[in-house]
């Protein structure tokens, strides 16, 4: 800094702290204090001035928000004090249920009303900013609650997000994490995935898909090419500093730089809170921004301490969580989607209707068996909701408005694209084509392969896929390897240069790891955890080829329908050529993924979960559960070692019974895995 002149050293801190200020009037308080051609003077003045003198350079620069070059994969980041979740309600008597368990906790009368503090729940991706004496120093997912991904440089793009904080009425604390949700409001939503469109790219499902994936960019420009937004809403570990309660938070984080909930309000008594909750149910389709429910929090520090957190759960707050908005509309016609396994799914064409936020005009059937069972007749008027706000599905038929023109629906006897005969397994509810070679199966198998869970190779999408096949340049997933520039940009509607990044990802993804290939693979019945258990227990893709039907039928977690599975695929003949041909073509998958460090007190016990669990989701416990060594599978046997039944178990419970196999409550589960991680 000595060499730099005082006079461009006191220019840069001038600049600095006039466009921090804008962006926290414009991106904080929606609120724009200067011109957006000022703005942009400003930080072309700026930009230029660090580049003369790079010692003016700061981490709280605004030029420091643009993004850098590729990461070769993110580390992780211990929480200070763990991310927890929030149990959920879905009714107002479920509230009244929190509400009364809390007084009882705390020796309250029944008629005393609790203050608590009330925020619209956004529907976005959970992270922990970290400053030190204000200075943003990183930032997080929430990953499993106590470890997550460091995406600070991702972080550091969005303008909401502030890289020093502004100096409260007292001194800052030494240490803060701050916790909140970063997301994409629906204008930006639409704007990303045009653009994915119009390169051939699959769409993102949702906001809040579109919102994680950007914060999990390894390229932090593509991040910053995306307009995210960040709600603060909470603090985890902090140091020097006290609060009184929720409110003071939420008031403290404004005052130095946040954007928190300009909805969030002070509500005396349960029934106020449930007032709130049912008027933004009303409004929620208003915003421009997708919400979820309404977090519900007492509003005092003294409480949350007695209160307590039950395995990852705070008592004193609650997440109250809208039902599936539904309407009606008509079924026009029932077609037919054929999956990669040769599943072939019936799915209904109906009049386009907008359900929470979007237009819908197809819905899945699921099989015959469904349609017969709620009597879906083409002509039909039906109610329709979004499975998760995110999937539309047919929930039931209007018979009252039935004129007696609807048509039943019958499987046809033949494949609509490769004219194979059509065959259901005994057994089974799913119907399939039974043509190996069947064009739409390869489609979806190589979209499978390709997809970002599996070998993540970015560029190819549905539209690419669809011209490959159709050219007959893929046969299978191997041949993708095989394809040159020359090939990819001869076809319709590529460029020399998006060919160039499709080459170049197919490529780059030769070494991605055992369990993405062995999942990317399309085995039946084998998901992304049971890919992890295979990586695990063999370490090479040679090993895997090898096994046994014995032996795989042996690793906890894995019972004998997918072991037969598995076994079945590796004795095929195509299997071998196409594993053949990915080896020949330089795919060398990395290793299993490392065990956590540390001993493993869950080793070689198989955990199977049934019903809703009230303190953490379904993905959390299975975490929790392989963190400490166990295996977590969806498929019950006799080597299953514990049943954890939830609320409105299914019938796996009835299975766990009849074979055996011990059950665990909700409570009794957190008691186990209380007393492994003490011995670990």
């Not at 308080?29 to 400003?42: F, V």
């Not at 997440?319 to 037919?336: C, D, G, M, N």
């Amino acid at each position: 800094m000595s060499q730099v002149p005082a006079r461009a050293a006191a220019r840069a801190r001038e600049l600095r702290d006039r466009i921090n200020r804008a962006n926290y009037y414009y991106h904080v308080l929606d609120q724009p204090e200067i011109s957006d051609a000022e703005y942009d003077r400003l930080l072309r003045e700026l930009i230029e001035l660090e580049a003369k003198y790079p010692g003016v350079v700061t981490p709280d620069s605004p030029t420091q928000r643009v993004g850098a070059p590729p990461l070769e994969a993110f580390t992780t980041v211990r929480h200070v004090e763990p991310m927890l979740s929030l149990a959920n309600a879905f009714g107002a008597d479920e509230l009244r249920a929190f509400d009364a368990r809390i007084k009882r906790m705390l020796g309250l009368p029944a008629e005393e009303a609790i203050a608590y503090v009330v925020e619209l729940k956004v529907d976005g991706l959970a992270i922990s900013l970290t400053y030190e004496s204000g200075l943003l120093t990183s930032g997080a997912t929430r990953g499993d609650g106590f470890v997550g991904e460091d995406v600070t440089r991702n972080l550091r793009t969005i303008r909401s997000i502030p890289l020093r904080l502004l100096r409260p009425d007292g001194p800052l604390p030494p240490l803060i994490a701050v916790r909140g949700e970063v997301y994409l409001d629906n204008r930006e939503f639409q704007r990303i995935n045009k653009q994915r469109e119009q390169a051939g790219e699959p769409l993102f499902a949702n906001p809040r898909n579109a919102a994680a994936g950007s914060v999990r960019q390894l390229d932090s420009r593509v991040t910053a090419s995306r307009r995210l937004d960040m709600i603060a809403h909470g603090v985890g570990a902090v140091e020097g500093l006290e609060f009184s309660g929720q409110w003071e938070r939420l008031e403290w984080l404004k005052k130095v730089g946040f954007r928190v909930s300009p909805h969030a309000e002070r509500r005396a008594g349960i029934e106020q809170v449930i007032a709130f909750c049912e008027e933004w149910n009303e409004r929620r389709h208003k915003l421009t921004y997708q919400i979820d429910g309404v977090v519900v929090k007492v509003n005092s520090a003294e409480y949350e301490a007695r209160l307590g957190a039950v395995a990852r759960a705070p008592r004193w707050a609650i997440a109250f969580k809208y039902p599936p908005e539904q309407e009606t509309t008509v079924i026009r016609e029932i077609l037919l989607s054929v999956g990669r396994t040769g599943a072939v799914t019936p799915v209904a064409v109906m009049d386009p209707v907008r359900v929470a936020g979007s237009t819908v005009s197809r819905a899945t059937l699921h099989n015959q068996d469904e349609i017969r069972r709620k009597d879906v007749r083409i002509g039909d008027t039906v109610v329709i909701q979004k499975a998760g706000e995110v999937i539309p599905e047919v929930v039931s038929v209007v018979t009252s408005k039935r004129t007696g023109k609807e048509k039943r629906f019958v499987m046809p006897k033949r494949c609509p694209v490769c004219r194979a005969e059509i065959v259901r397994p005994e057994g089974e509810a799913v119907a399939r084509c039974s043509n190996p070679n069947c064009p739409a199966q390869l489609k979806e198998t190589i979209r499978h392969f390709a997809a970002r869970t599996a070998m993540d190779i970015e560029g190819l999408g549905p539209a690419l896929v669809d011209q490959l096949v159709d050219c007959e340049l893929v046969k299978d997933p191997a041949d993708l390897y095989a394809l040159s520039h020359d090939q990819v940009a001869g076809l319709e509607r590529m460029a020399a240069k998006s060919a160039a990044n499709v080459i170049a990802a197919i490529e780059g993804s030769k070494g991605r790891p055992l369990n993405r290939l062995i999942y990317a693979l399309g085995i039946r019945h084998v998901g992304e955890t049971v890919a992890d258990l295979l990586a695990r227990h063999f370490g090479s893709l040679e090993a895997f080829r090898q096994a046994s039907e014995e032996a795989l039928g042996k690793i906890a977690g894995i019972g004998p329908v997918i072991a037969a599975s598995i076994a079945a695929f590796l004795r095929q003949q195509q299997t071998k050529r196409v594993l053949d041909k990915l080896v020949a073509q330089g795919v060398v998958p990395r290793g299993a993924p490392r065990r956590p460090a540390g001993p493993q007190p869950l080793e070689g016990k198989a955990f199977v979960f049934t019903g809703e669990l009230a303190g953490l989701t379904r993905a959390e416990a299975e975490e929790w559960v392989r963190r400490l060594g166990g295996a977590a599978s969806s498929s019950l046997s006799r080597k299953t070692d514990y049943v954890v039944v939830g609320e409105s178990p299914g019938s796996k419970l009835d299975r766990a019974r009849e074979l055996g196999v011990a059950t665990l409550s909700e409570d009794e589960f957190r008691d186990l895995m209380r007393k492994a991680e003490r011995s670990s």
